[in-house]
T-cell receptor, first 111, second 121 residues
């Protein structure tokens, strides 16, 4: 079967660092995506990892370990506007070639 | 603004109504998708079109009927829906449909429209 797990909710303080974890079990793997979704809005693409290691993009970084079926999204210098849901999604290949989403992690940033 | 637009943004309909959702992408992509997003559930893939041909139909009830007249437009026709169909319906597009070849993932990045919030009474 295919399964993606991420925490349901997290809270953090403005200016802090937060790490959102995602573990996955899929029958194929062709990359992992992170999306940000503000309430009532479209998910927007944040990052894509297909090789092990850390990808950095400004305040956001994403890490992947394929052997452990694990990824995290790291958000630094948190701002109030970072309050949103963060969706982890895995792209399979061959017979599982579609994007499978986790339920999302709702992050609330407090002043 | 992701280059994917959806109309209407909000829709209230009775169970006997017929309505259509529209999606348009201005990105020159070849694949388009319909997703359903319900509270506290993962995004559920409903339909995928690649180059105007349906390549995926995830056991969606026949009261949902997709149409893809060209690679820029995608419709979802709704007929005799149930209250449990109330949800956010998201359209997305990507450069390519997942081809099953390793390493092609970035071209399959999906860009989403703002969604249609549907309420079935």
């Amino acid at each position: 079967g295919q399964n993606i797990d991420q925490p349901t909710e997290m809270t953090a303080t403005e200016g802090a660092i937060v790490q959102i974890n995602c573990t996955y079990q899929t029958s194929g793997f062709n990359g992992l995506f992170w999306y940000q979704q503000h309430a009532g809005e479209a998910p927007t693409f944040l990052s894509y990892n297909v090789l092990d290691g850390l990808e950095e993009k400004g305040r956001f970084s994403s890490f992947l370990s394929r052997s452990k079926g694990y990824s995290y999204l790291l958000l630094k210098e948190l701002q109030m506007k970072d309050s949103a849901s963060y969706l982890c999604a895995v792209l399979g290949f061959y017979n599982t070639d579609k994007l499978i989403f986790g339920t999302g992690t709702r992050l609330q940033v407090f002043p | 603004e992701t280059g994917v637009t959806q109309t209407p943004r909000h829709l209230v309909m009775g169970m006997t109504n017929k309505k259509s959702l529209k999606c348009e992408q201005h990105l020159g992509h070849n694949a388009m998708y319909w997703y359903k997003q319900s509270a506290k559930k993962p995004l559920e893939l409903m339909f995928v079109y690649s180059l105007e041909e349906r390549v995926e139909n995830n056991s969606v009830p026949s009261r949902f009927s997709p149409e893809c007249p060209n690679s820029s437009h995608l419709f979802l026709h709704l007929h005799t829906l149930q209250p449990e169909d109330s949800a956010l319906y998201l359209c997305a597009s990507s450069q390519d449909w997942p081809s099953g070849l390793a390493g092609g993932g970035l071209e399959e990045t999906q860009y989403f429209g703002p969604g249609t919030r549907l309420l079935v009474l």
